[in-house]
């Protein structure tokens, strides 16, 4: 257990719908990293937030979108869903010597 | 623009010793990383280096020459849980501070 947690492990849903994807990182953790991967590809970097404000944004598309609450957990949303949208989705947080320390990541079926 | 290159695809035999290679050009060069991941599952870290030369854990090794823009991960004594994708990752650090991935090698361990 890394200690970062995400919710839910695993989500199934309909095209166009929405669904909010979350996680809590580490006591003492400021940073939240978010990032897709779909089937056989690399990890593509969605957003970070830190303390609460948006620090940087990758491929991010703008149906989705995220934020991070006082408590630092944060949530992405992800709105008119398409199937290429299914994919592995993971947060992270920042570990010095370490780099980054993922959750066990929600795993999205859009059907 | 910042760019990691490592084999996509690998295969060895149980017990034996596999290196896997990688590349990388980037600006703000701040670190490197090998991780784990086993197949729906979350990266794991294994390895840091940012100073030139190796690194030994236990049955896993990596190695750096900044100045080659250049890395490798060591793997000893291979056994059949080794089979996994492992991801090449630079920290950069410009106006921003992230960590970037390459698309993983998956490496297949035979019997």
């Known amino acids: 257990d890394s200690g970062v947690t995400q919710t839910p492990k695993h989500l199934i849903t309909a095209t166009g719908q929405r669904v909010t994807l979350r996680c809590s990182p580490r006591?003492?953790?400021?940073?939240v990293y978010w990032y897709q991967q779909s089937l056989d590809q690399g990890l593509q970097f969605l957003i970070q937030?830190?303390?609460?404000?948006?620090?940087a944004k990758g491929n991010i598309l703008e149906r989705f979108s995220a934020q991070q609450f006082p408590d630092l957990h944060s949530e992405l949303n992800l709105s008119s869903l398409e199937l290429g949208d299914s994919a592995l989705y993971f947060c992270?947080?920042?570990?010095?010597?370490?780099?980054?320390?993922f959750g066990s990541g929600t795993r999205l079926t859009v059907v | 623009g910042q760019n990691i290159d490592q084999p996509t695809e690998m295969t060895a035999t149980e017990g034996a010793i596999v290196q896997i290679n990688c590349t990388y050009q980037?600006?703000?060069?701040?670190?490197l990383f090998w991780y784990q991941q086993h197949a729906g599952e979350a990266p794991t870290f294994l390895s840091y280096n940012v100073l030139d030369g190796l690194e030994e854990k236990g049955r896993f090794s990596s190695f750096l020459s900044r100045s080659k823009g250049y890395s490798y991960l060591l793997l000893k004594e291979l056994q059949m849980k080794d089979s996994a994708s492992y991801l090449c990752a630079v920290r950069v650090t410009l106006r921003d501070d992230k960590i970037i991935f390459g698309k993983g090698t998956r490496l297949h361990i035979l019997p």
């Open positions: 006591s003492g953790d400021l940073s």
């Open positions: 992270a947080t920042d570990s010095p010597g370490y780099g980054y320390t």
């Open positions: 937030y830190y303390n609460g404000e948006e620090r």
């Open positions: 980037t600006s703000g060069f701040n670190g």
